[in-house]
Antibody
Framework: EVQLLESGGGLVQPGGSLRLSCGASGFTFSSVGMTWVRQAPGKGLEWVSTISATGENTYYADSVKGRFTISRDNSKNTLFLRMNSLRAEETAVYYC?????????WGQGTLVTVSS | EIVLTQSPATLSLSPGERATLSCRASQSINSDLVWYQQKLGQAPRLLVYGASNTATGIPARFSGSGSGTDFTLTISNLEPEDFAVYYCQQRGTWPLTFGGGTKVEIK
């Protein structure tokens, strides 16, 4: 059974940084691209970033390019999202999802709150 | 960036009725359209990919159709557990984008 477990969310001040993690199990992590999607409270889904299986290729939404970095450690079956210069409007639940283009498996999400 | 417009924003129906949800793309995405269901407090659930391919474990009452710019998700006979928010997503071009969602509520 595929399992994805996000962690690292919390309260951070505007302009601050946070690193999210997503631990994966139940599939061959090193063979699969991975994605982050976020959802602001009461709002819709927003794609954030995707990384290929080897980590060689990364993709970002324009709204986070230059501030967020997606990475992975295939030896530890873990996906990361480093978020810098966070803004209040980036308060959201951040989900990790398996695959690069559409997502059959999602984690339960981790809440990031950007507020002073 | 491809913009996906979902309509209606809210659909009020009774159990047993047929739901028809629309998703329109700002330019052609061939059949690279995906549908998800999301219930309150839960992660999204994949329903349909490739515009018309039902995902594993999804009941037969869910079906997707369309190509190019106009797509439809049909729920043929609404069950109580189908009342939720539905999102479309295009997977044909970076950046990936989602529609704004359609809420299917009990009338």
């Amino acid at each position: 059974e595929v399992q994805l477990l996000e962690s690292g969310g919390g309260l951070v001040q505007p302009g601050g940084s946070l690193r999210l993690s997503c631990g994966a199990s139940g599939f061959t992590f090193s063979s699969v691209g991975m994605t982050w999607v976020r959802q602001a409270p009461g709002k819709g889904l927003e794609w954030v970033s995707t990384i290929s299986a080897t980590g060689e290729n990364t993709y970002y939404a324009d709204s986070v390019k230059g501030r967020f970095t997606i990475s992975r450690d295939n030896s530890k079956n873990t996906l990361f999202l480093r978020m810098n210069s966070l803004r209040a409007e980036e308060t959201a639940v951040y989900y990790c999802a398996k695959d690069m283009l559409h997502f059959a498996n999602w984690g339960q999400g981790t809440l990031v709150t950007v507020s002073s | 960036e491809i913009v996906l417009t979902q309509s209606p924003a809210t659909l009020s129906l009774s159990p047993g009725e047929r739901a028809t949800l629309s998703c329109r793309a700002s330019q052609s995405i061939n059949s690279d359209l995906v549908w998800y269901q999301q219930k309150l407090g839960q992660a999204p659930r994949l329903l349909v990919y490739g515009a018309s391919n039902t995902a594993t474990g999804i009941p037969a009452r869910f079906s997707g159709s369309g190509s190019g710019t106009d797509f439809t998700l049909t729920i043929s006979n609404l069950e109580p557990e189908d009342f939720a928010v539905y999102y479309c997503q295009q997977r044909g071009t970076w950046p990936l984008t989602f529609g704004g969602g359609t809420k299917v509520e009990i009338k």
